[in-house]
């Protein structure tokens, strides 16, 4: 069974510093790569998503995702935070077989921008 | 209007009561699912179903059942709760051949159980 770990429970930056949230799974084969944010009283937004192809994924936000397959890694980064980007970040992964269309989600990290 | 809604969107019981949980969609997505979220332990799967007469367990599903009433509605109920199912609870939607399990999450529901 596939796996997920946020090794950052929380993470605090200055707004307009640069910011990377990282993420790593536990898979056999090819993962489905997700990132989502869910900002106070809300739900999960999603930011972006890795099939296959190119490694480097943009989403909404400005934010931007890299799928290193020797790292199993898939690390979220902004260059410039903003005072909006203070959310909870989660990282999932989804898989074929007995797994298909269900996520698993990694613990999540809290981000905090200070002024 | 949101394409995912929730009802109610907080609720406080009392120990020992029946509650439900409900959940519709506007995206026309066949798969619908139910989760939890408990501080520190990001979301962990319920229940979930792939159409209106498939219904599956997930990781979590002691003490709750769920009712597929048709593609777009998807309830879950506690029959007797307890208070460590005091938790926030999403409902999310994905869709067959779309994006490879991407899921789509309602705004949640608050339920304290006293």
């Known amino acids: 069974a596939q796996s997920v770990t946020q090794p950052d429970i929380h993470i605090t930056v200055s707004e307009g510093a640069s910011l990377e949230l990282r993420c790593n799974y536990s898979?056999?084969?090819?993962?489905?790569l997700f990132w989502y944010v869910q900002s106070p009283g809300q739900g999960l937004q999603l930011l972006l998503k890795?099939?296959?192809?190119?490694?480097l994924v943009q989403g909404i936000k400005g934010f931007e995702a890299e799928f290193k397959r020797s790292q199993s890694s898939f690390n979220l980064r902004k260059p410039s935070v903003h005072w909006s980007d203070a959310a909870e970040y989660f990282c999932?992964?989804?898989?074929?077989?007995?797994?298909?269309?269900?996520?698993?989600f990694g613990q999540g990290t809290i981000l905090t921008v200070h002024p | 209007d949101a394409d995912v809604t929730q009802t109610p969107r907080n609720r406080i019981t009392k120990t020992g009561k029946r509650i439900m949980l409900e959940c519709s969609q506007t995206?026309?997505?066949?798969?619908m699912y139910w989760y939890r979220q408990d501080p520190g332990l990001g979301l962990r799967l319920i229940y979930y179903?792939?159409?209106?007469?498939?219904?599956n367990k997930g990781e979590i599903s002691d003490g709750y059942s769920v009712s597929r009433q048709a593609q777009a509605k998807f309830s879950l109920s506690l029959e007797s709760a307890i208070p460590n199912q005091t938790a926030l609870y999403f409902c999310?939607?994905?869709?067959?051949?779309?994006?490879?399990?991407?899921?789509?999450f309602g705004p949640g529901t608050r339920l304290t159980v006293l």
């Open positions: 999932a992964v989804g898989a074929g077989g007995t797994s298909y269309g269900k996520l698993t």
């Open positions: 898979y056999g084969a090819t993962p489905y």
């Open positions: 890795y099939f296959s192809g190119d490694t």
């Open positions: 995206k026309g997505h066949d798969r």
């Open positions: 179903s792939f159409d209106v007469k498939d219904i």
């Open positions: 999310a939607t994905g869709a067959t051949g779309e994006g490879k399990n991407t899921q789509y």
